[in-house]
């Protein structure tokens, strides 16, 4: 796994999703643009992209949904003003939302298939190498590596396809893909079976595929193959159940808490949570929620 064409350099956020759990707000604004504190989610997501090695940075859109490419890009006047005003902080803030040697590249969507279908719509840019995918309102946050860089480091060895794993509750695994398999002695899963939101009683576990995949170019030919799945969307759970058998496909059960951001409970937790170690904030925060009269 050391050769260029195998090192891990481009990831894909799909994004073009319609956020509608989140109506009204997500009429005007993407669900990834929603802030916990102060940045917004797709900003977290590509800030462990980042911790991993991720060189270029690629957002599947749709037409409408211009805030996350404007995000992203330079905002001149902005850091001019905040120059004169010498406010380097902010200024700094703006300015390192995408590091040196990072490029980003906005793609559309024309409708929205499915994760598979916003999957698909990289290839070119992908192209011929492994890449990872990552899901903006699946935040992770971890006390060490961020959770894509304990999968890359988990990868290198052994290569293929991998997934973020987790142990959800029995009557949880309807809302995910589940995984089939036994973990080796690495403490990597072997999955043997993917089954994308099966019935709680013919899930064949309870591990649960969450928002972070590494992928092969090869997932392109299958999503091809693959019929529309759950929902009449293309899933890309489906088209990786293709793959087992003919490449290894690992699951990662990796180290950090997960906060289900396109739910508005796991949103408002998330918010709570990060809120009690913001740097700014954490102290008064922490002294309102003691002194709050609950109904």
Aim: charged share 25%; glycine share 10%; net charge negative.
């Amino acid at each position: 796994m050391s050769s260029e064409k195998n090192k891990l350099r481009k990831a894909v956020f799909p994004v073009a999703g319609y956020g509608t759990r989140f109506l009204p707000v997500t009429k005007a604004s993407p669900k990834e643009m929603l802030p916990i504190v102060d940045k917004p989610l797709i900003q977290y997501a590509v800030e462990e992209a980042v911790e991993a090695g991720i060189e270029v940075l690629i957002f599947v859109n749709n037409k409408s949904k211009r805030a996350i490419e404007d995000y992203f890009d330079d905002a001149r006047e902005l850091s001019d003003h905040l120059a004169r005003k010498n406010r380097p902080a902010l200024l700094e803030k703006i300015t390192g939302i995408v590091p040196a040697g990072v490029s980003c590249v906005n793609l559309r969507q024309t409708e929205a298939n499915g994760l598979g279908d916003a999957v698909l719509c990289a290839e070119a840019v992908v192209h011929d190498e492994p890449f990872a995918v990552l899901l903006a309102d699946d935040l992770v946050r971890s006390d060490g590596a961020g959770c894509l860089k304990q999968m890359t480091d988990a990868w290198q060895n052994g290569g293929g396809t991998m997934l973020a794993l987790e142990e959800v509750a029995a009557q949880a695994v309807s809302r995910y893909g589940v995984i089939g398999g036994a973990r080796g002695g690495d403490g990597l899963w072997r999955v043997e079976q993917l089954v994308e939101k099966p019935p709680p009683a013919e899930a064949p576990s309870r591990m649960a595929v969450i928002g972070r995949y590494i992928l092969q170019p090869g997932i392109f030919d299958h999503l091809r193959n693959t019929r529309p799945g759950v929902g009449g969307e293309l899933q890309l759970t489906d088209a990786i159940a293709r793959q087992i058998g003919s490449q290894p496909v690992r699951g990662l059960n990796y180290e950090g808490r997960r906060y289900d951001c396109g739910s508005k409970l796991g949103y408002l937790r998330a918010n709570v949570e990060y809120a009690l170690e913001h740097p700014d904030i954490a102290g008064e925060f922490r002294d309102y929620l003691k002194n709050l009269k609950l109904p």
